[in-house]
């Protein structure tokens, strides 16, 4: 049994901490006090209330000192009898700032000096909701029954009891299977199983208790074009039951149950929902149809976007309302799975007796020399106009499509420049054909070079990222490709002409032409329009080679090189100096625990004066800054086993889906024992710092752009006064004194 020291009632005890008391112990302890010892304070919330000489009394107290290694069924048995309760197990204690219950795998969190509420137990507070499922309740107490469960599965330990010991999952099928025609109550149902699956590794979705007729019901309640069941449904019923298609979808004994019935028409039109996360889920599950079906499904599924121009209300709907990171993201996902359809064409060669290859090749010739005497010459003409037209290989042209990347695509990305930019082609053709002094532009060779490019840069084939960037203008043509192939063609032909080029300097010109994609690409922008207007000439891109050359030379040259290599150390020492700095003055950062039902409040953390140990707490005032014996928890870096950032974080996952905030600002901490402290930094800069300073702490390499930056701007500043007495410029080792006083102020001066 642990051991319980009781102390008097103080009234005026402030529910904060209790590390500023010296509690005695107990002299009867059953053990004595080791490193596993704390001392807590729990408030009986379950009696409180009762009258006393007429008085409602607040929360009884009891401060004890407890062994973390004792079980929680010890502790509340003990804390039973000494408030003269019966049932022990319909009791639990929960910690009072998170309001979530205390299991045996989180109690090694408890602090000491933390404060712990004595309340019902998730088994009584299931127990009496199941009652009220299973009883001859109305229709109206059944839903405010699950819409209180909802609100309490949030927390792991009720969510574990309604499943386990309650068959929370069977009585949600059977009341959504008898209750499908109502709205209200169908709705809590939905949300209450969506709450409870949201605990990771709680329950498998390929469990066998969830039904193919309840998935039939979710599918129905997304359902927009025939029944129209959704519009029935409040927001957060549709972006919860969208959310749970989704993980059905990505179920490998789930994914062709839901593409059989699933009305991919209805889900598409919720992306004109006004509320961003229903649009996020929407595309997320359309997202997941067309990764994972195969080459058929795919085809269908881009043909119904195109038909029902998918990507006009993207751009009117999602775009223009400036989405956040994780809709980016679905974005990114949804923008390389159509590029990634153009693979088996990037990849084909093509055949020599291809009649289909060559039918094209003929028809460019016909299109770029219409209205010249073609007839049946001999076949020299041929040759000759294949040559103006750019290609190596003047004899047999489908010999230039034989290199992957970019096949048979470079053939159809230039036929269909041709077809749907016939006067440019047309134009292209005889201004780089008729040159001379070899300065003839191989216009064919030219297309092949870009298409290629443009498939490295957008890595078309390439397996999708957990992190990568969406072009807007993508979603403003239904063949982005080859509009872009088509601005980039006209773009490196005006390139060749500035640089004066000859067939030599190919492989030149090119690299310019990446340079100036490359760079516009960056400059994300909004339409193919904006995007002609971001690439830079050819003087352009000379000025800023010039600027880079000189940049390098001052930074590079072997005198300099060395210098800065033996002030390097020096520098990025003051620079972590900052850093620690930075972390000892504190900072304020989100909550990231999606428990916590202050989805608004803070926490303020802070490192400690001797550099071993981070200070944190509850802090819901951004604008002020809490004193050190404010914050009362305490992370040892001794007891820090890892620490990740952005998305190596393991709680990402539940960010992500509600779209709280970026998740490149996110942090996470874990312990030796396996729990973790999980904060959103509030802005790029915070991020920055206090990753470093962390990494400092734990002896690794600063990681982010901005130390990098810092160093380099420390390093530059010192070089360049290292220089100075090269110059015959002196540097003073005192600042200059400061000049005396004038006699007067009267510094005006009238102008005649």
């Known amino acids: 049994m642990p051991s319980l020291t009781d102390t008097k009632t103080v009234p005026s005890l402030k529910p904060t901490s209790l590390n500023h008391l010296n509690l005695p112990m107990s002299s009867s302890s059953s053990h004595s006090v080791t490193k596993d010892s704390v001392k807590i304070c729990v408030l009986n919330v379950v009696s409180q209330g009762h009258l006393v000489n007429g008085a409602s009394t607040g929360p009884q107290r009891r401060h004890l000192t407890v062994c973390k290694k004792d079980p929680l069924d010890k502790i509340i048995q003990e804390l039973c009898q000494h408030w003269q309760l019966d049932e022990p197990l319909d009791y639990a ?15 090694d969190t408890i602090a000491n000096g933390q404060i712990l509420k004595f309340c019902q137990s998730p088994k009584r507070l299931v127990r009496e909701l199941v009652n009220i499922f299973e009883g001859k309740s109305d229709i109206e107490m059944r839903a405010n029954a699950f819409k209180s469960l909802e609100a309490i599965c949030k927390d792991e330990a009720v969510a574990l009891e309604f499943v386990e010991c309650s068959r929370g999952l069977e009585l949600i099928v059977r009341s959504a299977n008898l209750e499908s025609t109502n709205g209200y109550l169908l709705s809590h149902l939905i949300r209450t199983f969506h709450t409870v699956m949201s605990h990771p590794g709680l329950v498998s979705w390929e469990d066998e208790r969830i039904h193919p007729d309840f998935v039939g019901i979710i599918l129905a309640n997304i359902e927009t074009e025939k029944s129209k069941q959704a519009l029935k449904q409040d927001e957060p019923t549709q972006e919860c039951s969208l959310s749970i298609l989704n993980e059905l979808v990505n179920t490998p004994s789930r994914y062709h149950e839901i593409d059989r019935t699933i009305s991919v028409a209805s889900l598409l039109n919720f992306l004109q929902s006004d509320n961003s996360n229903i649009q996020r889920n929407a ?68 055949e020599n007796q291809d009649q289909k290859a060559l039918d094209k090749i003929k028809e460019l010739r016909r299109i770029a020399f219409k209205g010249q005497d073609q007839g049946s010459g001999p076949r020299t003409r041929f040759s000759e106009d294949y040559r103006k037209l750019g290609f190596k290989n003047e004899i047999d042209p489908t010999q230039d499509f034989c290199v992957v990347p970019p096949g048979i695509l470079g053939l159809e990305i230039m036929f269909a420049f041709a077809l749907n930019h016939t006067d440019q082609f047309i134009k292209l053709v005889l201004e780089t054909s008729c040159r001379k002094d070899n300065h003839d532009c191989p216009l064919a060779q030219i297309t092949i070079g870009i298409v290629r490019m443009i498939c490295e840069i957008t890595k078309i084939g390439h397996k999708i990222q957990p992190q990568g960037q969406y072009h807007p203008m993508f979603f403003t043509d239904d063949n982005p490709l080859g509009e872009l192939s088509a601005i980039m063609i006209n773009h490196v032909v005006r390139t060749w002409n500035e640089m004066r080029a000859t067939t030599e300097d190919f492989n030149k010109v090119m690299e310019v032409a990446r340079e100036q994609l490359v760079t516009a690409l960056s400059q994300s922008p909004s339409s193919f329009e904006d995007f002609r207007k971001c690439l830079r000439s050819y003087q352009e891109i000379t000025e800023s080679r010039k600027e880079e050359a000189k940049n390098r030379a001052e930074r590079d040259g072997p005198a300099i090189r060395h210098l800065r290599e033996s002030l390097e150390p020096e520098m990025l020492e003051l620079v972590q100096r900052q850093r620690l700095n930075f972390l000892v003055s504190g900072s304020h950062f989100s909550k990231i625990r999606k428990e916590s039902k202050d989805k608004h409040g803070f926490l303020f953390f802070r490192l400690s004066t001797n550099h071993k140990s981070l200070l944190y707490g509850d802090w819901k005032d951004d604008r002020s800054v809490p004193v050190a014996e404010d914050l009362t928890k305490r992370l040892s870096l001794s007891e820090i086993k890892d620490f990740q950032t952005g998305h190596e974080c393991t709680h990402l996952k539940d960010v992500t889906r509600k779209g709280n905030r970026p998740e490149r600002l996110a942090l996470s901490f874990t312990k030796e024992n396996g729990d973790t402290v999980d904060v959103m930094a509030p802005d790029q800069k915070t991020f920055d710092m206090w990753s470093d300073g962390i990494n400092t702490l734990l002896r690794k390499p600063l990681s982010s752009e901005r130390a990098h930056q810092d160093v380099n701007t420390l390093l530059s500043m010192e070089v360049k006064v290292r220089l100075l007495e090269l110059e015959g410029i002196s540097i003073l080792d005192s600042p200059p004194p400061i000049p005396a006083l004038p006699s007067n102020f009267k510094i005006s001066q009238d102008v005649q």
């Open 93 to 107: 204690l929960q910690f009072e700032d998170t309001k979530r219950y205390v299991m045996e795998k989180t109690k």
């Open 283 to 350: 595309l997320a599950l359309f997202n997941s149809l067309f990764s994972l079906g195969d080459s058929s499904k795919k085809m269908k599924l881009k043909q119904l976007m195109e038909e029902r121009n998918v990507r006009r209300t993207i751009v009117e709907h999602i775009i223009r309302r400036q989405p956040d990171s994780a809709m980016r993201y679905q974005l990114y996902v949804l923008q390389s799975l159509h590029l990634n359809l153009l693979e088996k064409k990037m990849n084909t060669l093509v």
